[in-house]
């Protein structure tokens, strides 16, 4: 009996010895889901260089295809429903009254100003995820230069309106949770993304 109750215990010291040491538990901390501040300025400048980029690079005139319908088509009046473009056609023509060239240089130029503030949107998007301002100005400059957005940024096309959407769209959903007036500016937005395209929808596939 009691070389039963040695050989057990032998067999439990083995064991012991083979077991897995105690492994610290290490707790991963949370990500920090905080919007970063701002930087007003640099808002700014990714806009002004970039409309400046498109305003040197401007079509002077009609372009061909839809761009030269929808220049054709401004001195129409703008009906608010989808497909119209009353939003864009409105901006063309404000920008008609404050520029000489006809309306196909107007509805130009408004492109470009929906250009430029795309990129300010891409600016504060990055700002706010990263609080990087060196990453913002970068990812601003990237779309600035890629080919097919400066194309269509510098001729009479409603592309870069329905990306200035989309992009406001994100930007206003990233502080919605804690900033009611952004909330309150995201429903308004949606409203008025819907009224412009109904593509606008795809950004909530995702989801």
């Not at 808002?43 to 054709?72: E, H, R």
Request: hydrophobic share 50%; net charge positive.
């Amino acid at each position: 009996m009691r070389e039963l109750v040695d050989q057990g215990r032998q067999t439990t010291r083995f064991a012991s010895r083979l077991s897995v040491p105690h492994v610290r538990q290490v707790t991963l901390a949370s990500p920090d889901r905080r919007l970063r501040p701002l930087a007003p300025s640099d808002l700014a400048l990714a806009a002004g260089v970039s409309l400046a980029l498109y305003l040197l690079t401007l079509a002077p005139g009609a372009w061909w295809g839809d761009s030269a319908s929808l220049a054709s088509h401004l001195d129409t009046s703008p009906k608010p429903f989808a497909r119209s473009y009353w939003l864009y056609k409105s901006t063309a023509r404000l920008l008609g009254i404050l520029l000489p060239g006809g309306p196909a240089l107007s509805a130009n130029a408004a492109t470009a100003l929906f250009g430029a503030a795309g990129c300010a949107l891409v600016n504060g998007i990055v700002q706010r995820l990263t609080g990087s301002r060196p990453a913002a100005l970068g990812a601003a400059a990237a779309l600035a230069v890629a080919h097919s957005y400066w194309s269509l940024a510098t001729v009479a096309e409603v592309y870069t309106l329905h990306v200035c959407f989309e992009l406001g769209i994100l930007f206003l959903a990233l502080g919605a949770l804690e900033r009611p007036r952004e909330a309150l500016g995201l429903g308004v937005l949606l409203g008025l993304s819907l009224n412009h395209h109904r593509m606008i929808l795809a950004c909530f596939l995702p989801v």
